[in-house]
């Protein structure tokens, strides 16, 4: 906010206001022969106060939103035609996202966010070096965990509709459980990630609003945990070749604001 006075512009922060006092004014006084004028006195201040800009926007946001997410990684050349197919149904999931935000003024603040991509897909399958046939099924899980830095706008009649932005980085993770028959197959593992994202919400109540988020998360794993059927081992991958983590994703929630 900008605001004019006495010629010069002040931020929005702490005002310093002075009160002048004048001794006299400049008075004219007739006489017979000439007039005859009186030369004011200097500016008395009389009073000063500092007035800071109170809040318009809250303090505290806790944030609620679920929606949908698509991940962004090719599948691998090294799969079957078949194990395309059936990870393409894995590529797109729901997901949820629990976050609180802690601002510093109207504009600039801090989030501590909680997401995660969850998807699962199940077939008819066969495996030819066994001759097994069953259900084959999957469950997906990526996890991010991290602080992020905020921006926020208010607009609108009384400031309903707020703006944000935000940019941040964390933990992501990633767990895989696949089941066939009688055997499973589990493999996990961890990384820094990047989470950036944008959001839109509008003011229902004085401490409730109902809002949209888009969310673009990216990380890659390049050494991973695998369990088959009890066995364990580690493997690790070059960079570019790990398991892509990329993902937009679209949600819709609820926002209660604290003072």
């Not at 729901?94 to 510093?104: G, K, L, P, R």
């Not at 400031?159 to 066939?180: P, Q």
């Amino acid at each position: 906010m900008k605001t004019k006075f006495y010629g010069s512009h002040f931020r929005a922060g702490t005002w310093v206001f002075l009160c002048l006092s004048w001794a006299s004014a400049a008075v004219q006084a007739q006489t017979s022969d000439s007039a005859v004028f009186i030369r004011p006195q200097p500016a008395e201040i009389v009073h000063w106060a500092a007035y800071k800009p109170g809040r318009q926007l809250p303090r505290a946001t806790l944030k609620l939103d679920a929606g949908y997410g698509w991940r962004t990684a090719p599948t691998s050349d090294q799969l079957t035609d078949d194990m395309k197919a059936y990870v393409e149904h894995l590529k797109s999931a729901f997901v949820w996202n629990a976050s609180f935000d802690f601002f510093f003024n109207d504009r600039f603040g801090i989030r501590m966010t909680f997401y995660q991509y969850l998807a699962s897909h199940s077939d008819q399958a066969y495996k030819i070096n066994t001759g097994k046939s069953g259900t084959l099924a999957t469950k997906d899980r990526i996890t991010h965990i991290g602080p992020a830095f905020v921006f926020r706008l208010s607009f609108g009649r009384q400031k309903s509709w707020i703006f944000d932005a935000n940019v941040g980085m964390g933990y992501i993770g990633y767990r895989e459980n696949t089941t066939f028959a009688d055997e499973y197959f589990k493999y996990s593992g961890a990384s820094l990630g990047m989470q950036t994202g944008a959001g839109l919400e509008y003011r229902i109540a004085p401490q409730w609003s109902i809002g949209i988020n888009m969310q673009l998360t990216s990380g890659e794993i390049t050494e991973l945990q695998y369990n088959d059927n009890g066995v364990k081992t580690t493997q690790t991958y070059d960079a570019g070749e790990g398991e892509g983590l990329g993902q937009i994703s679209l949600g819709i929630g609820i926002r209660y604001h604290i003072k």
